[in-house]
Each structure stands twice: as C-alpha cells, then as structure tokens.
Nanobody, 131 residues
Framework: QVQLVESGGGSVQAGGSLTLSCAASGLTFSNYAMGWFRQAPGKEREFVATISWDGSGTYYAYYADSVKGRFTISRDNAKKMVYLQMNRLKPEDTAVYYC?????????????????????WGQGTQVTVSS
C-alpha cells in the first residue's frame, strides 16, 4: 500500500521560507517521479514542481513559472523522501500542498497534468503566507 505523508507546513510572513517534506512508502521510490502540487481555496489544484532520477545519477526537475527561482525540489532516494524548499514566499503561495508520485519521468508528470493526474497523492499540508 503506497503512502505519501507530508510535513513541514505552517504559517509564515511574506518573504519568509518553509521546507516541506514528504515520506514515501510502499513503492519502488527511485522508479517514480515525485512532485508537489497545491490547491488554494476556491481554485483548482495546480502543479508546483516535480523531480525524477534517471538511474545513473542525474536528476531532472521542472517547476511552474509562478515558483521558478523561489522554490527548489529535491529527493533522497535512500530515505524515500522528497522536499520542497520554499523561499521568498508570497501571500499567493497560500494553499494546501500535496505530495504526489507517478511512475515515469518528471517531464511527463509536469506536462500531463491536469489531463492525467499522478498515480498517488498524499493528504496535504497547509501553508499560509501572511502579508
């Protein structure tokens, strides 16, 4: 049974930083693209970032334009963890952030959403940025 458990959400002032973590279990982690998505109140869930590993030491990461240059996604295959470092946070980053996993590449995960959603979702963690 696949489980994705997020942690690290909270409240922060604009300009601050937060790091989200996601612990994965029940899957062959290195075979999966891992990603972060978010959903603000009254809005559709949107793609934030994704990362995959090609099996030979190269990681591939893709970001939504709205977070490029401020957020960094990373993964630790040995620990089955994925992280989202969020800097220079803005009030519009306020949302529930979801960890997700899809078999395949980060590019596929990013380009196929929302027509095709990830294979697995976490429960989400709230991030609130105040002005």
């Amino acid at each position: 049974q696949v489980q994705l458990v997020e942690s690290g959400g909270g409240s922060v002032q604009a300009g601050g930083s937060l790091t989200l973590s996601c612990a994965a279990s029940g899957l062959t982690f290195s075979n999966y693209a891992m990603g972060w998505f978010r959903q603000a109140p009254g809005k559709e869930r949107e793609f934030v970032a994704t990362i995959s590993w090609d099996g030979s030491g190269t990681y591939y990461a893709y970001y939504a334009d709205s977070v490029k240059g401020r957020f960094t996604i990373s993964r630790d295959n040995a620990k089955k963890m994925v992280y989202l470092q969020m800097n220079r946070l803005k009030p519009e980053d306020t949302a529930v952030y979801y960890c997700a996993a899809s078999i395949g590449t980060a590019q596929a995960m990013a380009s196929s959403y929302p027509s095709k959603g990830p294979d697995y979702w976490g429960q989400g963690t709230q991030v609130t940025v105040s002005s």
